[in-house]
């Protein structure tokens, strides 16, 4: 199998898109989810608004996710 | 003194942890019921009020005021340590320094328990093991016989020095004024040496302390213009270490000859800025000291919003909780003296 020059940087690109992303998810979840359990070791009723709180950083990886696909399939 | 551990605090953890329990406290609406209850009443409405398990664990020795200020010191220490053991790295290392006012605090407690003959059981009343000196070590303190043996067995375990002009002024006048004055000094002093200006986390810590010196130090000499006190003799209870607030305008303030002159000389500095409105013209003692724990509380609560990953937020919570446990305290001790609910509430600070 042999694949161009081009192929391989959309390749690496789209590994960048979601790989960068998910490093400053975890980032940013490293914080908010300690702050979260922080919170619900002084009141458990915070757990459902912590949990919230805890996934909204995720939403940074579906972005990369979606440059990533964007990149893969329609480039 | 302290070991520092050099790992990067758990800012976040103890950040959450510190708003959870600042937002359990008790509020204003508490306290206007508190006003109408009798002692047994107010310990058991603080009992439902996160004080449950020092009530029940103390009601069997203790009953009536004895009983609730017990509670209520052994709730804060409890507090404090929890606070402390959940705080890991530099954020420890902050935590544990700023706790040893109360090892301060316990051995003023002690030395002026002893010095009016009281009882250990009397003095443990009042006492606070929230710092490094834990139960074992202030009975050690409340075992030494004389001043100057509490004095040497406090050197010992807290590692702090004391001068032979001081030890000579007690031997002197027989006066405590002298060593509690040291002792505040040291205290400071300590903070200011341990955290320098290297890392932001010290340096906000830094920051804090030495608008605390600051408050200190205005609070000394509006007291002392209150109690008529003028001139220079003043300096002997300046601070160190504050932001504003240097020698040459302590001694500025010391000498001014009335209220309006000290105005003029402070006008300058933020902290008599942020003070003119909650100070009425001519304080009396107690319009002070309510004045600048209210100003502290808010100094407190507004660097807390401004560094929220930081260790502000616990000396905020702490500084509430303590204030919480001031205002039960004083409540409790004036309806069991039959003080009128009204001059109760201006003694409240919230």
Known sequence: ?75 | MFRSTGKKGNYAYTSARVKAKKSKLLREEDYNKMLMMSVPEISHYISDAGYSREIADLATRHSGLDLLEYATYANMAKAFRSILLASTGELYDMVLAYLTKWDFWNLKVVLRGKSYGLAADQIREDLVPAGKLQEDSLNKLLAAGTIEDTLAVFSAMAHVHFPTEILNSYKDTHSLGDIEDYLVKVYYKNLLELFGTDTRPSLIFRNYIRSEIDVLNLETVLKLKAGGILGEAGMKYYVPGGIEIDEKLMLQMLTAPDMKTLEGSVAQIQIAADIKGVLPTNPTMQEIVAAMKQYEIGLANSVAHMYPLSVIPVFDYMIHKENEVGNIRMIARGTESGLDRETMKTLLVM
């Open chain 1, 1 to 75: 199998m042999t694949a161009d020059v081009g192929t391989g940087l959309i390749a690496l690109g789209a590994g960048l898109a979601v790989g960068l992303a998910g490093l400053g998810t975890g980032m940013a979840e490293k914080d908010v989810g300690a702050a979260a359990v922080g919170a619900i070791t002084e009141n458990p009723k915070m757990f459902g608004k912590a949990m919230v709180f805890m996934v909204l950083p995720e939403t940074i990886v579906i972005f990369g996710l979606v440059i990533a696909i964007m990149a893969i399939f329609v480039m």
